[in-house]
């Protein structure tokens, strides 16, 4: 496959060997914890535990906004260092990056890196891309925009986004070592 976007700013990361991922949440207006797109922030630690032990030979990069709170099992942040051109440098020698649906996976896809996304509320259906492993809710999901709230309150009036807390931190480590096993050959 082609690239469909190049990137030419320089990548400060060059000649390293890393996955980069992003959180797709931030603190903003005190949503971190409520808003549904959002996969809990403990569940990125335990799967970051789980993935350094498992590929110990690459670091793992946190990209994102200036208010994403940053990940402790993080090798390295760029949170608040970046613009978007050297975050897509960046995105663009990932050997993989992992991410909830959001704008970084589209660049991803636009960029051909390998991708995991995590879907709650929105569907991989509609906005996933064929080629990534997009990981959708076994207990619900697909029901963003049926509420004016639906991104800050479940519209099921669940006090959390339930299909987020469902994608287990090992269910999602299992699915990428399945999709790297596969890109790999």
Known sequence: KK??????????LAG???????????????????ASKCWPYV??????????????SYDFIQLGEANTIPQ??????????????????????????????????????????????????SSAAFVGYRGHENISSPYCGNCWRTTDEWNHRCPLGFPRAECMYSLTPDMVFKKIQFYLAGIKS
């Open 3 to 12: 690239a469909v976007l190049r990137v030419n700013t320089p990548n400060p």
């Open 16 to 34: 390293k060997k890393y996955i980069t991922f992003s959180t797709s949440s931030n603190k903003r207006d005190g949503l971190h914890s409520l």
């Open 43 to 56: 569940y990125w630690d335990e799967l970051l535990v789980l993935l350094k032990q498992a590929y110990p």
């Open 72 to 121: 402790a099992q993080a090798n390295t942040s760029f949170l608040a260092k970046t613009d978007l051109e050297t975050a897509c440098a960046i995105l663009q020698g990932a050997f993989l990056h992992i991410d909830c649906d959001c704008g970084l996976v589209h660049f991803a896809h636009s960029l051909n890196v390998p991708c995991v996304a995590l879907f709650g509320p």
